[in-house]
């Protein structure tokens, strides 16, 4: 160890430990290759950027000696009042009815998952997440030192007290339960109206928080609908600021990721205690990033999810007919209902992280190992499958290779 690595290895605060790299993140490189097809990150098609709604939009902006000063200065912590104003009206469409100061814009949901793991959890506490779970959502609650313990929303039997138990033994406390409800990342499932009220039934008796994870509740392609859990909660308790979910929502999936505009809804107290988390981070998010994202809500959001649903159910409707035929016997799938994910399980034997450097060195495909995605109970014999990057004849020829290959493993 050189004397450089030694100092900073001596004095980096022990949650640096628990840092590590996004696997996605770094699978993302891949597409730099264009021999590669890839399944693996999570990426909206860009044939579907509003470029020219976003171009319109922000030429008024700077047409507008005061509004591109507006854009161009300081703001205020909470987001700009014009972008909250919309969230509220949307909210109210999904059965949340709202005030602005029930909302506060953040960087991306990402920052308000950074947020929510910084107010809730003390080192030792325990977070309930299901197995597996988002692995950004680790990520972000990992800085923060917590334990976790398995959330089986359907089906699960484990008792509210049993809970309590294994996390007062591990010297803390259970805080809140993680759940992305609708088309989840990575197995693309849902939760049942019964399972959203009965995390909701858990969450009071053990008397901690729901964070609603919504970054793919606008992409459905096929069923009904099913209620946000934070609208659960507010018919529940009779107001939104009697409530105890905190509901985590992106522009990124239905308008443009670039932008980083996410927000978190929830009881105006929590939003207050998470307005001081933003000051201390980053003061505000982009002015003019959300003045741009309002111009380009007002004029194009439903249109935009709209041609979303069309796109992505036509690839994932490509990636279940080639899974159907490519696919040994002793693999199985999830079939979701929306969102951009595919859950693959093979046989015991696999191991996905082995499975992806054949993948790439031989059939010059990717996919994320399931691994990544387990806070508790690893299963590597899994894989995430995307459908929103590869168009359909990549999706048949990537799929058949991966057939191919798991075929002669």
């Not at 100092?7 to 730099?32: D, F, G, P, V």
Request: net charge negative; charged share 25%.
């Amino acid at each position: 160890m050189t004397r450089h690595e030694m100092i900073w290895s001596t004095n980096l605060a022990t949650r640096a430990e628990r840092m590590r790299a996004s696997e996605i993140r770094e699978l993302l490189k891949l597409l730099e290759q264009p021999d590669i097809i890839s399944f693996a990150g999570g990426i909206p098609d860009p044939s579907l950027f509003p470029v020219d709604t976003v171009r319109q939009v922000t030429a008024g902006i700077f047409d507008d000696a005061k509004r591109a000063a507006q854009a161009l200065q300081y703001s205020v912590s909470e987001g700009y009042l014009p972008l909250r104003q919309w969230i509220v009206a949307h909210m109210g469409r999904l059965g949340v009815a709202c005030e602005p100061d029930n909302i506060l814009i953040t960087n991306g949901s990402q920052q308000g998952l950074d947020f929510l793991g910084k107010l809730l959890v003390s080192p030792g506490d325990t977070l309930l997440v299901e197995a597996p779970t988002y692995l950004g959502a680790l990520q972000a609650f990992n800085a923060y030192e917590p334990r976790y313990d398995r959330l089986i929303p359907e089906g699960g039997n484990r008792t509210p007290a049993s809970y309590a138990s294994a996390a007062a033994t591990a010297g803390g406390r259970v805080k809140a339960a993680y759940v992305v409800p609708d088309f989840a990342n990575p197995t693309g499932e849902t939760m049942s109206r019964e399972a959203r009220i009965g995390l909701l039934d858990l969450a009071e008796d053990l008397g901690i928080a729901v964070i609603e994870d919504t970054a793919y509740q606008a992409l459905r392609y096929e069923g009904e609908d099913l209620p946000a859990i934070l609208a659960l909660d507010v018919a529940r308790t009779g107001h939104i600021d009697l409530t105890r979910t905190v509901y985590c929502g992106t522009f990124s999936k239905t308008i443009a990721p670039a932008y980083r505009v996410g927000w978190v809804c929830a009881a105006k107290d929590i939003v207050a205690k998470l307005v001081l988390a933003k000051q201390a981070a980053d003061l505000h998010s982009s002015t003019i990033n959300q003045m741009v994202m309002h111009g380009v809500a007002v004029a194009a959001y439903d249109t935009q999810v709209i041609a979303a649903r069309a796109l992505y159910r036509g690839r994932r409707d490509a990636l279940l007919a080639a899974l159907d035929r490519e696919m040994p016997e002793n693999v199985t799938w999830s079939k979701p209902e929306g969102g951009l994910f595919v859950w693959a399980t093979l046989p015991e034997r696999f191991d996905g992280g082995e499975l992806l450097a054949r993948a790439i060195a031989e059939e010059r495909i990717a996919f994320v190992p399931g691994a990544a995605f387990y806070a508790t109970d690893t299963r590597p014999n899994t894989l995430r499958l995307n459908f929103s990057s590869p168009n359909e004849e990549k999706i048949a020829e990537g799929i058949k290779r991966l057939g191919r290959l798991i075929r002669r493993t």
